[in-house]
């Protein structure tokens, strides 16, 4: 018979965008939380389209997400600095080179414990440090601790996100996910018969805008490249983007991953 002791399912949403997003998660996780053992969502967007309010970041916690990633917004809202340090659910990308909060973490779980990375990619995004050397200091700092790695790897391209993929697979990697362009990805596998992967999660936000955004400000900013405020999109229909991992506890090796695609009026 199958030990579902050493079995942890891990729920990870993709990039939460705006009030419209929030909702969503909150009634997913009204009706599904109890089917997991941990919950991770990417909140560089969770607020107003850009960064993470101190209000929000309690807001969403109080909905049982038990970490929370990011990417290149996290800093779009100025109080960030204020708590950063203080939330201890909340990764920013380790890969910034002098930045507050912390870059991993590892949490204590009914199943035991799992490790959490956030990283940025290089390719067509701002110059980072080498998201290379940041992880694999962080996966052998978590291998001392437990089996279970998880990565939220926040980049562009999809070339990139799959040859990390591969290299932090042969170092002892559970899971790999791509987060940042919105986009759910239909290739969910695992590598190695080990990591469980997906280029892009997608993201939680309304369904009807441009990756969550208002299309009347998208256009504009399209048409003319010029400087302007984006409104998050706001028609009633939402998805929920995300994806169940369930990994082996005792030897950290992922077992299963299913994409979760969701749409439904609030």
Same mark, same amino acid.
């Given at each position: 018979m199958e030990n579902i002791q050493n079995k942890i399912k891990i729920l990870f949403f993709g990039d939460i965008a705006g009030k419209p997003g929030r909702l969503a998660v909150k009634n997913f996780l009204t009706e599904y939380s109890n089917n997991f053992d941990f919950i991770i969502a990417n909140v560089e967007n969770a607020s107003h389209g850009f960064g993470l309010t101190e209000k929000n970041y309690y807001e969403l916690s109080e909905y049982g997400i038990d970490c929370m990633t990011s990417g290149?917004?996290?800093?779009?809202?100025?109080?960030?600095?204020?708590?950063?340090?203080?939330?201890?659910?909340?990764?920013?990308? &380790?890969?910034?080179?002098?930045?507050?909060?912390?870059?991993?973490?590892?949490?204590?779980?009914?199943? @035991?414990? /799992?490790?959490? /990375?956030?990283? $940025?990619?290089?390719?067509?995004?701002?110059?980072?440090? %080498?998201?290379?050397?940041?992880?694999?200091?962080?996966?052998?700092?978590?291998?001392?601790?437990?089996?279970? /790695?998880? /990565?939220?790897?926040? &980049?562009?391209?999809? &070339?990139?996100?799959?040859?990390y993929a591969?290299?932090?697979?042969? $170092? @002892? $990697?559970?899971?790999?996910?791509?987060?940042?362009?919105?986009?759910?990805?239909?290739?969910?596998?695992?590598?190695?018969?080990?990591?469980?992967?997906? %280029?892009?999660?997608?993201?939680? @936000?309304?369904?009807?805008?441009i990756i969550g955004m208002d299309y009347e400000s998208s256009l504009k900013h399209t048409f003319t490249m010029l400087p302007s405020r984006f409104e998050v999109a706001s028609s009633g229909k939402v998805c929920i983007n995300g994806v169940a991992v369930t990994v082996n506890t005792m030897n950290g090796y992922a077992e299963d991953i299913k994409r979760i695609n969701v749409i439904k009026e609030l």
């Open positions: 290149n917004h996290i800093w779009d809202k100025k109080d960030v600095f204020e708590y950063i340090n203080k939330a201890d659910k909340l990764i920013r990308p &380790a890969n910034y080179p002098d930045a507050p909060g912390v870059g991993y973490k590892v949490f204590e779980t009914s199943k @035991g414990k /799992i490790g959490v /990375i956030n990283v $940025l990619g290089r390719h067509f995004m701002p110059v980072f440090d %080498s998201p290379r050397y940041v992880a694999e200091e962080y996966i052998k700092k978590i291998q001392k601790e437990t089996n279970v /790695i998880f /990565i939220d790897f926040h &980049a562009e391209a999809t &070339a990139e996100k799959m040859c591969r290299y932090f697979s042969d $170092l @002892g $990697l559970s899971v790999f996910v791509g987060t940042h362009t919105h986009v759910q990805t239909a290739d969910e596998k695992i590598i190695n018969n080990r990591t469980a992967y997906i %280029s892009d999660v997608g993201f939680c @936000g309304d369904s009807e805008g």
